[in-house]
């Protein structure tokens, strides 16, 4: 039996009157890369927000490894094994790209400069981006940035890593190189939860596909039981406009 890295349990978030999330279900095995789907506002990066915490849902449980973590009382040694990786990639503006990688493993780990520095440049060739390391965020572009930023967060050695539609800022010829990237830690086996609208990506990278309309999970399976042969209308209706995946 995979170990239950992530458990989702009755979710609810509202903003104002604005129910955003509607009695939310679901988990992640340990080695899983689900992929979340849906159109613009249905409530798929909100319920990547709740789970590393940068959103409070007002009911329900968000369980890494069977600990609720909305009772944890240090919520960034969370969010260093609940590492996310953000669509505007959050870099320093002030830092260049190695100090962008150092800061979280110097400060939140407490590891030594030199420790932090030869973990990074390790996690920044992996990604390609060993060759900018003197540059700053306003050098780069934004596949480049978008790989800093992913560097960043596997230097935190985190168990499971969250995606926020982590190509949906960039130019349309910058997208390859960062969903080849994803598709790489999938390979190595990553625990990856990935909000995308990219979904041929969805369709090839994930084992585990999670439809979200309206606030609610309307359908959830493999990716061959989703892009495939949906049970729902709703999911039917939502992929016929990517007839050609």
């Known amino acids: 039996m995979q170990e239950k890295m992530i458990e989702i349990k009755h979710l609810r978030k509202s903003y104002g009157n604005n129910e955003v999330l509607k009695d939310i279900n679901f988990s992640v095995k340990k080695g899983d890369v689900t992929c979340i789907i849906g159109s613009s506002g249905s409530g798929k990066s909100t319920l990547l927000r709740c789970i590393n915490l940068l959103e409070t849902p007002f009911e329900g449980e968000i369980l890494y490894k069977n600990q609720n973590v909305l009772e944890m009382k240090n919520i960034s040694s969370y969010r260093a094994k609940v590492g996310m990786v953000f669509q505007n990639f959050n870099l320093f503006e002030n830092m260049n790209v190695l100090k962008n990688c150092t800061i979280g493993l110097t400060k939140v780990l407490k590891e030594d400069k030199e420790q932090a520095k030869k973990e990074s440049l390790y996690y920044l060739e992996k990604v390609g981006m060993l060759p900018y390391i003197n540059a700053r965020p306003r050098q780069l572009s934004g596949g480049q940035k978008q790989r800093v930023a992913i560097a960043r967060a596997l230097a935190m050695k985190p168990d499971v890593l969250l995606f926020d539609e982590p190509t949906?800022?960039?130019?349309?010829?910058?997208?390859?190189?960062?969903?080849?990237?994803i598709k790489n830690l999938a390979k190595e086996g990553f625990t990856m939860i990935i909000v995308t609208h990219e979904m041929a990506f969805a369709r090839d990278v994930s084992n585990h596909v999670v439809y979200m309309n309206n606030g609610i999970i309307c359908e959830e399976g493999t990716p061959d039981e989703i892009f495939k042969n949906p049970?729902?209308?709703?999911?039917?209706?939502f992929l016929e406009r990517f007839i050609n995946i």
């Open 231 to 237: 049970k729902k209308e709703e999911t039917k209706n």
């Open 168 to 181: 949906s800022a960039l130019d349309p010829q910058m997208v390859g190189e960062v969903l080849n990237v």
